[in-house]
């Protein structure tokens, strides 16, 4: 009983424990574990796993496959393992595709926030139910000053750019986070969730 409970918080637990490093390259804008075939694996499922364990996915799922023929709330845990498997898979055969934008908020009031959906889609953000998305650009945000979208539009190589964002980008980005959020959002000062 033990295992069938804990079996998805443990291997959930298991890519977070994994990413701590890589998140740490993040914040500091080094790509450096994107060349290594294994430390960019257990990336992509980590941010495949950010992507799909959140009320927001799971919602989006219920909405599409409301006339499933089996019990969807029984089955969620299982499929949504077995989805951010599969598209932790299609990120990793990416690899010499992807682009990292580190993005450093060029505002002192403007401060990225985050929520229960942590890395989303900017390109999939207010589309109608049932409708695709058919470009990928994650945002994720790294702090109350930095962030970074991934994308899979380069060529060559892994590559990374750096660029500042206006107040302006910030709030959109921001709003895109408060828009996927279902009830937590989070800020280094509250006067930033206004």
Not at 68 to 83: D, K, M, Q
Not at 98 to 123: W, Y
């Amino acid at each position: 009983d033990t295992s069938i409970n804990n079996l998805e918080e443990d291997l959930h637990a298991k890519a977070e424990g994994l990413a701590t490093e890589h998140l740490s390259c993040l914040r500091a804008a080094d790509i450096e574990f994107v060349y290594d075939g294994e430390s960019f694996a257990e990336f992509c499922f980590f941010l495949a796993m950010q992507y799909m364990r959140t009320p927001t996915r799971k919602q989006a799922f219920k909405t599409n496959l409301n006339d499933a023929p089996f019990n969807f709330e029984a089955s969620w845990g299982f499929l949504r393992t077995v989805l951010a498997t599969a598209h932790g898979f299609q990120l990793n055969r990416r690899q010499d595709s992807v682009r990292l934008t580190f993005l450093d908020s060029t505002d002192a009031g403007a401060c990225f926030i985050t929520g229960d959906q942590p890395v989303l889609n900017t390109r999939a953000v207010g589309l109608p139910v049932g409708r695709q998305a058919d470009q990928l650009e994650f945002h994720y945000p790294l702090g109350p000053r930095s962030a970074v979208l991934i994308d899979f539009e380069g060529c060559g190589g892994p590559s990374k750019y750096l660029r500042p964002a206006a107040a302006e980008e910030v709030a959109t980005l921001n709003s895109m986070i408060v828009r996927e959020a279902t009830g937590q959002l989070y800020a280094a000062d509250a006067s930033h969730l206004e």
